[in-house]
């Protein structure tokens, strides 16, 4: 695929009357001829602003349909966007504001405090989409911009549609391209995985710095013509009336979120049927929760993906979602993966090496970064995705655990992820986080941070004998720490960098 078409200019030519986005609080909803509508004219604003082709915006926001208006109007007048992470401080944003280069900073109301100092700090003008206090404002701009057709109507794949900075899970955030290209690629490779129509209607609540805020689902869904409920962050009740009344046939979380559901109060009233398909990403979903919503007639299917890969790479199926509980199922149609020793050397089935993958869904690399980038690509050009992966003898894959989460005690390597299973399945276990820690006579060994259920105690002392029975001695925990949450990034990921500075202590 060499170009893709202006996406909201044709899902507008398509099913112009349509709703393609209903924002929840404001209660109102948007066809995708209004969509493409408000789009053309931010981009007409865009260059009566002096924003030029190849540049860089920031944008600073909760979710809300003018992220993706904006989206859309970067991708016609060729302008590269940049979300900003806004549970960031400003001292955190400016090094990505000025690393990106943006010459505007977009922002809602409830972050314009840190949109005044990182535009302050990187001597750019501000448009606010609410509030009072900006050099410019969205609705302005809107009303005095063309209602005509912007840019080419088309797009290079490989052109840079918005750049995507890590999650900092290692505290070194980097700029991931995404292309126009990886985009189509998600949307097929999630659309046929969970037999995506134009009737679709999903959720948009994960945050809009994040890959699976835009691509899971609500990016995919408005190329395929349905709806998106677009909600400013993640609220359960909300959620739940949404799902209860109907309004929802596809639901993507990560475990943090059915955890939630799984606590809330009303979740026995609320009628799941109507969502045909619910899927979890971000991290592996617990076997306790799987069997917690199997047992009510919910099969949630684990997936993986990265920033990386567009995001989706794998997606288990229903069929064999009970069955193969742990599995992110089969790598999906434009993805190939492969499973490799530590020279890059193919390993077979059973057998646990680096997961690697390529396709046209995968970035070209880092912003601005070529040594990253050569670093993240195999001499073949695989990506290397940092996780340990196996394969069962069903095609299935798994994965173990990233490759740096690793520890090694007493001479044997130990995957947390695996002692995770073990202890989430304790009874007085909510939810456990294990690294490695400094040990004289071992060299490494473990370390447990542990949220206890919602009235439960947990034993500490009785922790270690209980892993025994299930584990191998080296692999149980030396010692654990109870908590009251874990910290976690955006897509609900634990920041395990920053237990291991604790663990340290």
């Not at 999650?167 to 690629?185: C, E, L, N, R």
């Amino acid at each position: 695929m060499d170009f893709v078409t202006d996406i909201a200019a044709k899902r507008a030519e398509l099913t112009p009357d349509r709703p393609a986005f209903h924002d929840v609080e404001a209660a109102k909803r948007l066809s995708f001829a209004a969509v493409n509508e408000r789009a053309d004219r931010f981009a007409h604003g865009l260059a009566r602003l002096g924003i030029a082709a190849g540049d860089r915006i920031a944008i600073l926001t909760l979710n809300r349909t003018e992220f993706f208006e904006i989206l859309f109007a970067c991708a016609k007048a060729g302008v590269i966007l940049v979300p900003l992470n806004w549970r960031q401080p400003p001292a955190e944003l400016e090094p990505v504001v000025a690393s990106s280069g943006a010459k505007l900073i977009v922002h809602d109301g409830a972050h314009a405090a840190t949109a005044v100092a990182l535009a302050a700090s990187a001597g750019v003008p501000r448009v606010a989409l609410d509030g009072d206090h900006a050099d410019h404002h969205y609705a302005e701009i809107l009303a005095g911009a063309p209602a005509g057709p912007a840019g080419p109507g088309r797009r290079a794949a490989g052109d840079v549609w918005y750049l995507l900075y890590t999650s900092g899970t290692t505290g070194v955030p980097k700029a991931v391209i995404q292309t126009f290209g990886m985009a189509w690629a998600n949307a097929v490779n999630i659309g046929q995985a969970i037999d995506m129509t134009s009737a679709e209607r999903s959720i948009n609540y994960l945050p809009l710095f994040h890959t699976a805020g835009i691509n899971l689902y609500t990016l995919p869904i408005f190329l395929a013509g349905g709806l998106s409920h677009v909600l400013r962050k993640f609220d359960p009740d909300t959620a739940l009336d949404l799902i209860g009344c109907g309004e929802v046939t596809a639901f993507f979380g990560v475990p943090a979120i059915y955890q939630a559901f799984s606590l809330h109060p009303r979740l026995g009233d609320i009628d799941l049927a109507p969502v045909r398909s619910w899927g979890c990403g971000g991290a592996p979903l617990p076997e306790p929760l799987i069997r917690f919503f199997a047992e009510r007639g919910v099969l949630v299917c684990n997936g993986f993906g990265m920033t990386e890969t567009g995001p989706t790479v794998f997606l288990m199926d229903r069929d064999h979602a009970e069955a193969k509980i742990g599995s992110v199922g089969k790598a999906q149609m434009l993805a190939e993966v492969r499973i490799v020793d530590g020279g890059d050397r193919p390993l077979g089935d059973g057998l646990a090496g680096e997961l690697q993958i390529r396709g046209p869904g995968i970035t070209p690399g880092y912003y601005g970064n070529p040594d990253a980038t050569r670093a993240a690509f195999a001499p073949d050009g695989w990506l290397r995705t940092g996780d340990i992966a196996t394969r069962d003898g069903d095609g299935y894959y798994y994965i173990v655990d990233r490759i740096k989460d690793m520890y090694i005690s007493g001479g044997e390597n130990v995957y947390p992820a695996e002692v995770e299973r073990v202890l989430n399945a304790h009874e007085d276990v909510l939810e456990a986080a294990v690294i490695g820690v400094a040990d004289d006579r071992w060299g490494e060994v473990g370390r447990a941070f542990l949220i206890a259920r919602p009235g439960r105690t947990i034993d500490v002392a009785a922790l270690g004998p209980w892993c025994r029975e299930r584990l191998a001695a080296y692999k149980v925990p030396k010692s654990f720490v109870v908590l009251d949450e874990l910290p976690r990034t955006a897509a609900g990921k634990v920041r395990k960098h920053m237990l291991k500075r604790r663990g340290d202590d």
